[in-house]
C-alpha cells in the first residue's frame, strides 16, 4: 500500500511461519528456523535477522508439535524500516533463507500423512504516522500463534478477547488476521472423508451485540482461510 511522501514509520514487525523442519521422517521435528534473511526496499540486505536477537527484547519464537510440527517467530525490524528514511517505506520487501518441512507424497515418508499441511510464509507489519494524513487511527497488535482444525472430539475453534482500546462514535474499524495453510475445497462441509456438516472455516466478531461473522469479496463468511490473495499482499491476509 501506498504511503504519503512525509510517512514516518513508528513501528514495523516481521513475522514468519511454516511446517517445522526436520531431519526425521517419523520422530519429533528439529528446531524452528529462528534466522531469516532480508531485505528492504532500499535494497538493504541483512543476513540472519535472529528473533532472539530482537532489540525491544521481545522478539521470540512458537512451535507446536501436531500434524508434523509448526512454528512462528515474531522480530521487531523498526529501526531497519526506519532507517530508509522519511518516505521511503514504500516498496517491494523480501525475505529469504526460511526452513521449512516441504509436503510430499513418496511411499513410505512418515510426512506424508501431514502432505497438505506444509507451508511457509512471512508477513511485514509497518504502522506509520503522516502530518498530512487527514484520517486518524488506532493500531492494536494482538500477536499469537493458534492452530486451528476440527477433530471428532473438537470443533477446532478458538475464542479471545481484545480490549485496551478506545472507539470513536460512530465505530468503524477493520480487523486483519495473518492466517497461513488454507485450503480452498476445505472450508465448506463435507469437507473430509468422514464429512462435518458445521466445520466451517469462519471469523466471528462480537461487540456489544449479536454475533457476526465476517467476509469480503474473496473471503466468504464460512470459507475465510479460502487460499486466496487480495491482490495487494504478498499472502493472505484476511
Known amino acids: 500500500e501506498d504511503r504519503p511522501f512525509d510517512h514516518r514509520v513508528e513501528a514495523a514487525y516481521l513475522f514468519w511461519s511454516g511446517a517445522t523442519p526436520r531431519s526425521s521422517r517419523t520422530g519429533p521435528p528439529d528446531a524452528p528456523d529462528i534466522d531469516v534473511d532480508f531485505t528492504t526496499a ?32 515474531r522480530r521487531d525490524v523498526t529501526d531497519l524500516v526506519a532507517a530508509q528514511g522519511i518516505g521511503n517505506a514504500n516498496g517491494t520487501y523480501t525475505v529469504g533463507d526460511l526452513e521449512s518441512d516441504a509436503g510430499t507424497l513418496v511411499g513410505g515418508d512418515g510426512q506424508t500423512f501431514f502432505a497438505q499441511a506444509k ?13 498530512t494524513e487527514e484520517v486518524r487511527r488506532d493500531v492494536v497488535l494482538y500477536d499469537g500463534f493458534a492452530r486451528l482444525d ?3 472430539a473438537s470443533p ?44 466451517f472455516d469462519f471469523i466471528e ?34
Open 156 to 199: 477446532g475453534q478458538v475464542t479471545f478477547d481484545i480490549g485496551d482500546f478506545t472507539v470513536g462514535s460512530p465505530a468503524l474499524g477493520r480487523l486483519s488476521v495473518f492466517a497461513l495453510e488454507g485450503d480452498s475445497q476445505l472450508g465448506v462441509p463435507p469437507q473430509d472423508q468422514t464429512g462435518c456438516p458445521t466445520c
Open 42 to 73: 532500499d535494497g538493504t540486505f541483512y543476513k540472519d535477522l535472529s528473533a532472539l536477537d530482537d532489540p525491544t527484547g521481545f522478539g521470540r519464537c512458537l512451535e507446536t508439535t501436531e500434524f508434523g510440527g509448526f512454528f512462528y517467530c
Open 205 to 238: 466478531f462480537q461487540a456489544s451485540g449479536p454475533v457476526t461473522k465476517l467476509s469480503n469479496g474473496r473471503n466468504p463468511e464460512n470459507n475465510s482461510f479460502n487460499s486466496s490473495w487480495d491482490g495487494q499482499s504478498g499472502i493472505d491476509i484476511d
Open 119 to 131: 507451508y511457509a510464509g512471512w508477513s511485514l507489519l509497518v504502522v506509520w504516522s503522516s502530518d
Open 150 to 152: 476440527e477433530n471428532d
